[in-house]
């Protein structure tokens, strides 16, 4: 329920799904629904690599395969692997690793993220949303049960597509 409402805000948005980064990937569920909904490409980052045969398998299943590239890396390495230009990021780090602020933080303000480009945090629901991300602006919060997503915006950008 959560990921068609978050996608349906980020169609209304007019978010260019061009290339999107899954960061934090799990079993790959927040890329494949981008590629499901149109986008052109999709790079998966999950660090375990169980999990990233996982995606593998997903992107094979529902036949997405040649447009994801799964890494199984940690995302602070992934950091300095990656080439430029994501149109939209979506992360959804594990509750618990203190260390994705910052990573998420590096991410935002690197040369992978493109100037227009829409950055997603899935977060507990019982966790204040920050108001800003690297040169990003809080523009919407979607909540569901445990579990909330907030969209960033470019800090240029007034929101007014929210």
Do not use: W
């Not at 593998?56 to 395969?65: I, K, P, Q, S, W």
């Not at 447009?67 to 990656?82: C, Q, S």
């Amino acid at each position: 329920m959560m990921r068609g409402a978050l996608f349906s805000a980020l169609e209304a948005m007019g978010a260019d799904f061009s290339r999107v980064l899954d960061v934090y990937a799990g079993t790959g569920a927040l890329g494949i629904e981008a590629l499901s909904r149109g986008a052109n490409r999709c790079d998966f980052v999950e660090r375990d690599r169980a999990m990233a045969g996982v995606i593998r398998d997903n992107l094979e299943a529902t036949g997405f395969a040649d447009r994801g590239m799964v890494y199984p890396i940690a995302a602070e390495r992934a950091l300095d692997r990656l080439e430029g230009g994501y149109t939209v990021i979506l992360a959804d780090p594990p509750y618990a690793d203190a260390s994705a602020p910052d990573v998420l933080e590096r991410l935002a303000r690197s040369a992978l993220v493109a100037d227009d480009a829409v950055v997603v945090l899935e977060h507990s629901a019982r966790e204040e949303a920050r108001s800003d991300l690297g040169p990003f602006h809080l523009a919407k919060q979607l909540r569901h049960g445990d579990s909330a997503v907030s969209i960033y915006l470019p800090a240029g950008d007034g929101g007014d597509n929210c």
